[in-house]
């Protein structure tokens, strides 16, 4: 893969450890090896919050570990925590307007033309993000369980009211999410009026971020032009392109966030979920399936998850290698 000028690609992960906020690892770039660096800065946040005097030295690390030219341990991603165990801020957008067009048309409404330029994004819940074998813990299947692909950024901290122009520069570290959902709870709380809680259990996040100079040629207009890999239960569900049909890049998303607030280093702005015109792409969540079947035939027939379901979220780069390791999630009831 063509790599960007700059050369300061990285893959980073954070191991669970006794510490909530766990330990941060410096990752090759096959995902078989790694090397905490306690030396340099213990945690990622640590790392985002001073990232100019420490990515220097990050690097060199990442460099000797492809290198073979340093001790290191193997990469286990079932022992990877979220990238952030805990994050200071989590906002999720709605790039994909396929998807929120099909999910609008399926109860009769049209896609309002203010959404053409004004993007949509929630806050949601940061105090407990999920690693990414996590289990997706549900007390009740009747509450609808659906998972949601996603692609994910990581900023350091970023001006108020931040151009679009400038916006892109903060953008340190790309990640793929799946954002649970709970589709039966969801209508009651839009219908008061006030936003989501219950219906956005924790979110999933890969087990590796990677900077934006890591994605090479993929990585263009900040935007990630890859294809998702979907699989629900051991079967291809989608790999709609992450990249074709975005209507909101990711600069422009962190200046929307940014229109009345500073952010702090360590927000994550997720993408919504992946979503292309072309349905032969398959799917990245189960309702727009849902929506889809019932635009074309006049009922839903897929279901939604049940517990011992499992979910597997991948993007490959143009040779087949992973490059943010997998999303593989089971889910369970509530202990």
Known sequence: ?????????????????????????????????????PGIVPTLQDALDDWAGVEPQLLRVYRALNAGDCEAIPFDPCRAAAPLPRAYQWLDGSAYLSHVERVRKARGADLPKSLLDDPLMYQGASDVMLGPCDPVEVASES??????????????????????????????L????????????????????FGFLHGKPASAFSPVAVTPDELGAAWQDSRLHLPLTVHWNGHLFGEANAGSDMQFNFARLIAHAAKSRKLTAGTIIGS???????????????VE??????????????????????????????????????????VRPCR
Request: proline residues 1%; negative net charge; hydrophobic residues 40%.
């Open 1 to 37: 893969m063509a790599r960007l000028c700059g050369f300061l690609e990285m893959k980073l992960a954070t191991l669970k450890s006794d510490s909530r906020d766990g330990s941060l690892a410096v990752v090759n770039r096959d995902l078989t090896r790694a090397k905490t660096v």
């Open 143 to 172: 509450w609808g369980i659906d998972f949601e692909a996603e692609v994910g950024v990581i900023t350091d901290d970023v001006e108020y009211g931040i151009s679009i122009d400038k916006a892109a520069a903060h953008i340190k």
């Open 174 to 193: 790309v990640l793929l999410i799946n954002d649970v959902s709970l589709r039966h709870l969801i209508p009651g709380e839009l219908a008061k009026g």
């Open 272 to 286: 919504g979920t992946v979503s292309n015109y072309d349905l032969t792409t398959g799917y990245s969540c189960i």
């Open 289 to 330: 399936k849902r929506v889809v079947e019932i635009i074309e035939t006049g009922a839903a027939a897929t279901e939604f998850m049940r517990f011992g379901d499992r979910i597997r979220i991948e993007m490959q780069d143009r040779q087949g290698q992973s490059i943010f390791g997998a999303i593989e999630q089971e």
